[in-house]
């Protein structure tokens, strides 16, 4: 069955640094989405794509965040100087369509800023 | 601005009862899908709920959409220890983003 992968599983980051978060969605997906969850609380919205550029961002999405598809599989994640604060886990989802269809979640990339 | 309220937000169980869990949201959708998830695992699909009145079964869980309401329902039918978890539903916006909620523990104890 069709997944969607992230690369590396768990990353640790001193404060400041740039960090890049790696997905391969499900090869016929077109639609593709960053989620975080900080430790123990709700799956939030980072982010949606479609067709090379971002359809939608929340306020969490500022000037620090970027999303790219740099070639036909990838899609990543770039947070260009890291806080204490971006520390969760961050998935990655896919979805044929942008509506009524299933995303589906990638395992995740456990991010760690000391 | 679309909110997602659960409730309860923790729920202990024994084994062989039955609960609900309620997902209340505040503006129109009609597209709503339960995920569940493992202490530092990824979000499962449990369901999809696309219409008014859709319900779904799978084994021991059921699921529900009531659209006039803006309320979608867990129901768990006596409950095994598998089902522990923390489950979460999650209402679509516009634009296909997902909103959700606070999510629910849930710890079946025999």
Excluded at chain 1, 15 to 35: A, D, T
Excluded at chain 1, 63 to 92: H, W
Aim: proline residues 4%; charged residues 20%.
């Amino acid at each position: 069955e069709p997944e969607v992968t992230q690369t590396p599983s768990h990353q640790v980051t001193q404060m400041g640094q740039e960090v890049i978060l790696r997905c391969v969605p499900i090869s016929n997906h077109l639609y593709f989405y960053w989620y975080r969850q900080i430790l123990g609380q709700k799956v939030e919205f980072l982010v949606s794509f479609y067709n090379n550029e971002i359809s939608e961002k929340s306020e969490i999405f500022d000037d620090q965040f970027s999303v790219e598809r740099p070639d036909g599989s990838n899609f990543t994640l770039k947070i260009r100087s890291t806080k204490l604060e971006d520390s969760a886990m961050y998935f990655c989802a896919s979805s044929e369509s942008a509506s009524s269809y299933e995303q589906y979640f990638g395992p995740g990339t456990r991010l760690t800023v000391t | 601005e679309l909110k997602v309220e659960q409730n309860p937000l923790f729920l202990s169980m024994q084994e062989g009862k039955n609960y609900t869990i309620y997902c209340n949201y505040s503006t129109t959708s009609d597209r709503l899908y339960w995920y569940r998830q493992d202490p530092g695992k990824s979000l499962e699909s449990l369901f999809v709920l696309l219409s008014n009145g859709a319900v779904k079964q799978e084994g021991r869980l059921m699921a529900s959409l009531d659209t006039k309401a803006r309320l979608s329902t867990l129901h768990i039918t006596a409950a095994v220890h598998d089902l522990s978890a923390t489950y979460f539903c999650a209402v679509e916006n516009q634009g296909g983003k997902l909103i959700f909620g606070q999510g629910t523990e849930l710890s079946v104890k025999p």
